[in-house]
Structure formats: C-alpha cells, structure tokens
T-cell receptor, first 113, second 113 residues
Framework: SQTIHQWPATLVQPVGSPLSLECTVE??????LYWYRQAAGRGLQLLFY??????ISSEVPQNLSASRPQDRQFILSSKKLLLSDSGFYLC????????????FGDGTRLSIL | KNQVEQSPQSLIILEGKNCTLQ??????????LRWYKQDTGRGPVSLTI?????NTKSNGRYTATLDADTKQSSLHITASQLSDSASYIC????????????FGGGTRLMVKP
C-alpha cells in the first residue's frame, strides 16, 4: 500500500534562517506531488505541484521554492524565512487521474520566531 | 471566481446525535466534489468523492449528497461518536484542471459526551 512521510513534524526557526522540509512517497510510481500551507482556521492553499522529476509549478509567488530530485521525493525550501511563513505545511500525492483522491501526509507545523 | 464556502464554521453536538454540514461552491467547470476529515494536527483524509452524475455517496456513518444544479453539497453524520470530532473540509475539483483543487475553510465539529 502507499504511504506518505513528512518530516519534521514540528519546527521552530528564527526569522532569516533557511528551511528544508522533506516529503517522500512509498508504494507508487510517478505520483503527482503537492505542497500546501494551511493557516489557522483557513482553507488549504496550494503552494507547488509537480507532475514529474524536475517539473515544478508554483501557484503563489513567495520566498519559498520546491524541488523534486527523485520520483517520490518532494522538498520545500526557503533561503530566508519570514514571520509570515509560519503555518502548517502539508505534502500530498495523487495518481494521474483527476477523480482520484489526494493523500496527505501528517504535516509539519512551522513556527517562525 | 472559483470558491468553496462551508457552513457552519463550527458545530457542537452531543454524542449519538446526527448532524449535517453544508458546502456551496462556484467552481466551474465542475469535475468532482470531495469531503475530507482532518483531525487536529494531522493531514486530511478522504471520506468521499462524487462526480457530476452522483447524487449521494456513503462511507459508513458519513453520507454526502451533491446537487450539481444548485452547486450545493452536504455531509450527514449519523449517530455521532467522540472520534468524529475533527474539521470537515469540502473540496471541489475543476474539469480539465488536472488534480487541482479548491478547498473550503472547513467546519470544525466537536462531539461531546
């Protein structure tokens, strides 16, 4: 069966520090991969999605970036974190067919001090 | 503008009671509508997916309905349990937009003993 792993579960970082969040999927090949941010009491906001290795689409301009160095690995990065980057970051994967559900990891709660 | 609105924002019910959560959307062209359950601090988990031609779909004590003409959906929870306490998120997918989703802000349900 397929599983998705995100780490770390929680992270506290100072303003201006770099960021690297990792997401890996097991049990499937060539998944679509997604990074979302969820602010408290708000809906999920799509940040990046990828349909293949090295293919990244950005939905919202910001100081975050994403990379997909391997088929089942998706990384969210920043060179310099801002206070506004605090939030709950979720990685998800789906198959290629539009009626398939997206499967979410358990998220990373990022607090910027 | 493609939007998904959910009501109520929060709801408290007693264990064993039924409840109904509402979702209205303006996403067009419509492909499918999903309901997710999100426990606090965890990623969302898919409950149901309904396409244009489906009016109702059940998953255990959860029953989702869809009226594609009025662009409304509901999620009915029968005989609530304490473990039903979570946020319930309505999500709509646009036709020909791959697996890109528009998320509602969720309804936070609390089931009390």
């Amino acid at each position: 069966s397929q599983t998705i792993h995100q780490w770390p579960a929680t992270l506290v970082q100072p303003v201006g520090s770099p960021l690297s969040l990792e997401c890996t999927v097991e049990g499937t090949s060539n998944p679509n991969l997604y990074w979302y941010r969820q602010a408290a009491g708000r809906g999920l906001q799509l940040l990046f999605y990828s349909v293949g290795i090295g293919q990244i689409s950005s939905e919202v301009p910001q100081n975050l970036s994403a990379s997909r160095p391997q088929d089942r690995q998706f990384i969210l990065s920043s060179k310099k974190l801002l206070l506004s980057d605090s939030g709950f970051y979720l990685c998800a994967w789906s198959g290629d067919v539009s009626n398939q559900p997206q499967h979410f990891g358990d998220g990373t709660r990022l607090s910027i001090l | 503008k493609n939007q998904v609105e959910q009501s109520p924002q929060s709801l408290i019910i007693l264990e064993g009671k039924n409840c109904t959560l509402q979702c209205n959307y303006t996403v067009s062209p419509f492909s499918n509508l999903r309901w997710y359950k999100q426990d606090t601090g965890r990623g969302p988990v898919s409950l149901t997916i309904m396409t244009f031609s489906e009016n109702t779909k059940s998953n255990g004590r959860y029953t989702a309905t869809l009226d594609a003409d009025t662009k409304q959906s509901s999620l009915h929870i029968t005989a609530s349990q304490l473990s039903d306490s979570a946020s319930y998120i309505c999500v709509v997918s646009r036709f020909n937009a791959g697996n890109m989703l528009t998320f509602g802000g969720g309804t936070r349900l609390m089931v009390k003993p």
